[in-house]
DNA sequence: GTGAAAGCGCTAACAT
DNA sequence: ATGTTAGCGCTTTCAC
């Protein structure tokens, strides 16, 4: 460990190189790895960079470079698990390649979004990593065409003509659901969603749909879609289930929806699954200790982090080719909140 | 909007100095808003810019000054709604001044702390926003001391000698748990904990116990804390409820003991709040929509993020003077996990 | 008012 | 095998 009790200015590598007696150029060469320096020189070298405790500056480094050891990562939030596991992938995996995470948070703005991604140009970062708000045509996929940037673009899409796409197989999934609920007895079935999202939304929706109807073609599915945001979503519902309406079975879209459907459950006193089932897309800790447990669709972050940094780093060696859509296959938790219908009271009434 | 098909390479201050037949020397003042600029060179610079695309790169701006303007944040992890919420807001308040927030995660580990903070050290953040993996005297915080690092600690610390702390006053939201839960009539109470992050948890345990007997110096007061880690904690709770230990209320200390405790509840078939009460230390939103929904203390993120990036800056500016440790009020939410004993079927059975 | 020159800390081409 | 030179893109004296 080197003693330096005042770090009045940290040792630059002219520091190295004048009390290791050589150029800092070889310095450099010296910290590189390159084999060619006299081994006597290297080790004086490394002599100087303990006592001096010495360290490159990475973005000093990467000034002589056009692109930094930098990947820039833009979630829509940072708020749930979901996004949360995946920063921390994403994280990891650049890391593991030498490089620094820059994440940032559009906070479900397109034009925040836009704006992250200018400053992450102006860093010159090496490639981004996209969560689109929205889909993959937002001003931000936009901006990173016209500006030549390096990217790939992740979970709120399906695919792109621009840039490699990764995300979870929405339809694949929703049509399990679907297969789940019909073989439980479901014939009257309410989907919830954001219609913002159009792509996946629609994915979801229409595997959903397609499946269902194949395996039992009198069954009658509602559709309630929010425009943009979710409290709109929960007045709509309200509105849904005030009008005297009594689906079986909810299958929630994404996450925030499994809330608000929970909620709405509780104002009108309806438990699962005995008045009313529920399954919603995207799974979370809470889901399996709370009663009854919440069945899901678990989306493989994993999966979707690893294969979107291989795709990225691809790209930024230089692979070129046209773009490639990967779909991940998820899982699905049948909880206890699906049911088969007609076996609880199923009827209105307090808390 | 400027027109570049093609970004061979971006603009520099140079480009655009000669586009406006001025110095490099004139661009860069008129980017910094002096005002001794003659008007029409002026004029010319901004048409330039408009013109090339030119935007200034921040981190070859930050190359000659000492600090960049970059702070770095430091979390032990991402998936959880309040370090969700932290680093959203910090993002937020460290853009507002002009600065980047870099945002890492030591993943529950120390040694890994250390690490990230290295690199932060080596990118010269102009200060660090620390939530300790364990408390204020791990590593990493002697690694800021001894390099004359500029942070804050927030979270899992109550004071240090070296760095101004910040975080929800536990001490002060247990003695509030503690008045409720004893005036809804329990005597018997389990706290489970986490014994690693050492004060913080000191402080909830002593505020609640504390209160608790003063209150009632009969209550009995059982306490459950893991060392480190989580799974642990499942264990050693399995096992004294294997005892035939029988406590009316629950108050987990941290937000996986909750769900540690839940999930025990549930294996055991008790249901909140009629067979036990259940109050956790941290708030999430699916709290309010599950049936019942679970009492929490809600941290004031926002304030312990302003207060950290208040701190942070007044220290980055030069300010002197003593660390200074702030305690920010933390809100009850009781909500229908409390009930009062002896109001259930109280036994044991069930799914 | 403005620009030339000197760097910030590093690397890479080119000599030697 | 090593050092010299010339930058990366910017800012900041300091003369003019």
């Known amino acids: 460990m080197a003693h330096r009790q005042d770090q009045q200015r940290r040792a630059s590598i002219h520091d190295v190189a004048s009390r290791a007696g050589v150029s800092a150029a070889t310095v450099s060469k010296v910290m590189a790895g390159v084999t060619t320096v006299k081994p006597e020189n290297a080790q004086r070298v490394f002599d100087a960079v303990e006592q001096l405790g010495y360290r490159i500056d990475p973005l000093a480094s990467d000034m002589r470079r056009a692109k930094r050891r930098i990947i820039g990562a833009i979630m829509p939030e940072f708020e749930s698990e979901f996004f949360g596991q995946m920063v921390t992938q994403l994280e990891s995996l650049a890391e593991q390649r030498g490089y ?10 397109e034009a925040r979004e836009k704006e992250i991604l200018v400053r992450m140009h102006d860093w010159r970062v090496a490639g981004v990593v996209l969560a689109p708000v929205r889909n993959e045509h937002g001003p931000a996929a936009d901006f990173m065409k016209a500006n030549g940037m390096t990217g790939v673009l992740i979970d709120r899409v399906l695919s792109d003509d621009a840039f490699d796409t990764v995300s979870a197989d929405s339809a694949a999934a929703s049509a399990e659901v679907a297969r789940e609920l019909i073989a439980k007895g479901h014939r009257h079935i309410l989907v919830v969603g954001l219609g913002e999202q159009a792509a996946t939304m629609r994915a979801r929706l229409d595997g959903f749909r397609t499946t ?16 943009t945001d979710v409290e709109p979503l929960r007045a709509q519902l309200r509105e849904y289930f005030a009008k005297g309406e009594r689906p079986t079975a909810v299958y929630s879209l994404f996450l925030k929806g499994t809330l608000v459907a929970l909620s709405e459950f509780r104002r009108r006193g309806w438990h699962c699954p005995n008045d009313i089932s529920l399954v919603g897309f995207d799974d979370a800790e809470w889901m399996q200790v709370t009663w009854p447990a919440i069945a899901a669709v678990v989306q493989p972050v994993r999966q979707i982090a690893g294969h979107a940094m291989e795709a990225l780093f691809a790209r930024i060696e230089g692979g070129e080719g046209p773009p490639i859509a990967r779909l991940e296959p998820c899982r699905i938790l049948m909880r206890e909140s699906v049911g088969s219908p007609g076996n609880g009271p199923h009827s209105g009434g307090g808390q």
Chains 1, 2 share one sequence.
């Open 100 to 109: 620094t995470l820059v994440a940032a948070s559009s906070r479900e703005s």
């Open 212 to 227: 269902a109807l194949k395996l039992a073609p009198d069954v009658r599915i509602d559709v309630v879609l929010a425009e």
